[in-house]
């Protein structure tokens, strides 16, 4: 999958989600088991409904995930 360019990602964030999405809160809770649902190749999107779509919109919220997954994936935890 391509990572969207910066042009993409501000357009994105103007627009808002296309879908309903959780809050910061409930990211941040809800969090580490996304992430273990995306490495073990569940749908992690249909097991937590709403957080994809403020991972999307959130910038602090997606720096975590991504640094969460990095961090999973260097340690060979897919």
């Given at each position: 999958?391509t990572?969207?360019?910066?042009?993409?990602?501000?357009?994105?964030?103007?627009?808002?989600?296309?879908?309903?999405?959780?809050?910061?809160?409930?990211?941040?809770?809800?969090?580490?088991?996304?992430?273990?649902?995306?490495?073990?190749?569940?749908?992690?999107?249909?097991?937590?409904?709403?957080?994809?779509?403020?991972?999307q919109?959130?910038?602090?919220?997606?720096?975590?995930?991504?640094?969460?997954?990095?961090?999973?994936?260097?340690?060979?935890?897919?």
């Open positions: 999958m990572q969207p360019t910066s042009t993409e990602r501000l357009v994105a964030r103007l627009l808002g989600p296309a879908a309903p999405e959780v809050s910061c809160e409930t990211c941040f809770a809800e969090l580490d088991r996304y992430v273990e649902l995306e490495l073990a190749g569940a749908d992690a999107d249909a097991a937590l409904p709403g957080l994809a779509a403020h991972l919109g959130c910038p602090a919220c997606h720096e975590e995930h991504e640094s969460l997954l990095a961090l999973l994936r260097e340690q060979g935890l897919e």
